[in-house]
DNA sequence: CGAGTATTTGAAGATCATCAACTGTCGTGG
DNA sequence: CCACGACAGTTGATGATCTTCAAATACTCG
């Protein structure tokens, strides 16, 4: 209770990841409400946790009861139709947040495009914190508000856009979130996941999100074009 | 402060919607969490308000500070693209919340489909009696996540089915909010909103969805199709 | 009843899907 | 180090679904 060492920490630690106080995402959390005693409570109760490419954080219809914040890598999120059709509904980058609430059946499966690492907070936490800290729940709250409005501009997408614009709204989306801004304004951002999993995510068939990068590249929206990066032209 | 009088009722309460005591959401909303001496403040603080035909309760783009809850009636959600393009992200009818948090710019508007009433709560409200009733901001963060996971299937259906499929699948979605089950199994529902609405709600052309619904009256998966309401098969 | 709007229906065209073949890339093992 | 196999991605040709443009019909409201 009193103590504040840090249980995974050797005295240099190595790691960077593995102390809050050099946690790169930890300003967009909500670590960041957190007062100097929720954070020790926090470094000694959560885990972090390792999850290598391919592997399922959770998984739709079944029970989940932590908040996972993403540190490192990347996941991508899934629907099932009854007839085996998927439908990616996300995709999730350094510093957002899966499972914002317990729930007996996940509505969606979560899994990684690579080999990554998350902080894992169990929900009893937060409830047992939420006294002391209000701002907790109200970051909840205000999280659970972005993930609606991403999910708003993905319907927009899907709804009214055609299928170039759809490729060109999804980079920028990618580029938002882990992309770097390079000399001339172009930005390159790395594409962690597979064509196929654009494409779903887009609505769209694989051969034709193909055709419409070829396009974009074409027209000069993209510079450059590889299986697992981009530039875009600065606009 | 101290009297419990309801400043809009007359004795009788002629209108049934103007005590909590009444309404007929109740249960649904985050009134259902409130203790008794909550809820007498919540009749003393919130206004319940008309809102007429075609009415905007919040502009994509304005701040708003208010959460309200719709008693009667129902509304569309949309969001509009720079040129003019709309896409209808979703309806509401009565129980159903928008505003769940405070924000400096609404991320879509809400137009009432017809005559409606709602409850209003300024979000200062929620701020003021937190402490006392935590199971509220509980409430809060579940309302945002089934809106999340709503938006979630409209990306699916947006993203992977047919015409025939969305119109069908649109259909069961207002029957489970509006509709009612008849003898025979077979289920009435109105529509409220005009075919224009429906096709930008499923990413369809006015036109498709009309051949859409000729095509399922056809096979008779509809019984009854009018402009304000349809009577579906039972499956 | 009549004007104006909402909805349906028809015919032609475009975008995206499908089926198929080809090319490039990565990792493994000889 | 290169060769091979497997998989990921691209490109081509054809076709279906949905869109577009156009006109007719049905409703609704004054």
Chains 1, 2 share one sequence.
Do not use: W
Not at 80 to 89: A, F, K, N, V, Y
Not at 159 to 181: N, P, Y
């Amino acid at each position: 209770m009193s103590s504040l060492t840090l249980p995974e920490n050797d005295c240099v630690a190595p790691n960077p990841l593995s102390s809050c106080d050099l946690c790169s995402v930890r300003e967009n959390s909500i670590c960041a409400d957190l007062g100097p005693r929720e954070l020790a409570q926090v470094e000694k109760t959560m885990a972090r946790r390792s999850v290598v490419k391919g592997r399922a954080l959770m998984e739709e219809g079944e029970a989940n009861d932590s908040l996972y914040i993403l540190v490192q890598g990347s996941f991508r999120l899934l629907k099932h139709l009854e007839d085996g059709r998927r439908q990616i509904t996300g995709f999730l980058f350094p510093g957002d947040f899966v499972g914002v609430r317990p729930t007996d059946a996940s509505a969606y499966t979560a899994e990684a495009l690579e080999d990554s690492r998350v902080c894992h907070f169990p929900h009893k936490f937060f409830d047992a914190i939420a006294s002391d800290c209000p701002g907790v729940k109200d970051r909840l709250i205000a999280r659970g508000q972005t993930e609606y409005h991403k999910a708003q501009d993905h319907i927009v997408l899907l709804g009214k856009k055609t299928a170039e614009e759809r490729v060109e709204s999804f980079l920028l989306l990618v580029a938002r979130s882990i992309g770097d801004i390079g000399e001339s304004g172009a930005v390159k951002t790395p594409l962690p996941m597979p064509r196929q999993d654009i494409a779903d995510y887009l609505g769209l068939r694989l051969e034709t999100l193909s055709r419409s990068l070829a396009s974009l590249k074409k027209k000069g929206n993209i510079v450059e074009l590889s299986r697992h990066s981009v530039v875009l032209a600065a606009r």
